[in-house]
């Protein structure tokens, strides 16, 4: 499905609610931030495993 939106709340909470923007405003879908590249070691890995 698409993402609509999300809340994340938490002392790193600006590097992983920057994939959700991006995805909110380029209409992308959840497998897409499953099948995106990221940076790793980095909180924003637990998106796309949260989406999986």
Do not use: C, R
């Amino acid at each position: 499905g698409e993402v609509l939106g999300g809340s994340i709340v938490g002392g790193n909470a600006a590097e992983l609610i920057s994939v959700i923007a991006l995805a909110v405003t380029a209409n992308l879908k959840v497998s897409d931030i499953v099948e995106s590249l990221l940076v790793h070691p980095a909180l924003s890995e637990a998106l796309a495993e949260a989406a999986e």
